[in-house]
């Protein structure tokens, strides 16, 4: 998936395991991001492409903010 890699390039994460995390994703449960951990940890700031990238702690915060929400569009979008 395109969007799935356009989406990690953008935050600096591994795009492998942000594809496994939304196959895993469930709408029943929104704010539960499987290997939420995991993904957190692939953070890489100097990869980043949006406005926060250079600070991780900056680029992990909005991602906690933003993650949850990406996720269920992506998962209704591609029912």
């Known amino acids: 998936m395109n969007i799935v890699k356009e989406f990690a390039t953008e935050w600096g994460l591994d795009s492998l395991l942000l594809a496994k995390s939304l196959k895993s994703y469930d709408l029943k449960k929104p704010e539960e991001i499987p290997f939420r951990e995991d993904l957190v940890k692939t953070l890489d700031a100097t990869k980043a492409t949006n406005q926060f990238a ?19 569009e992506m998962k209704l979008r591609f029912k």
């Open 54 to 72: 250079g600070s991780k702690l900056k680029l992990n915060m909005e991602l906690n903010k933003v993650l949850p929400q990406w996720m269920q």
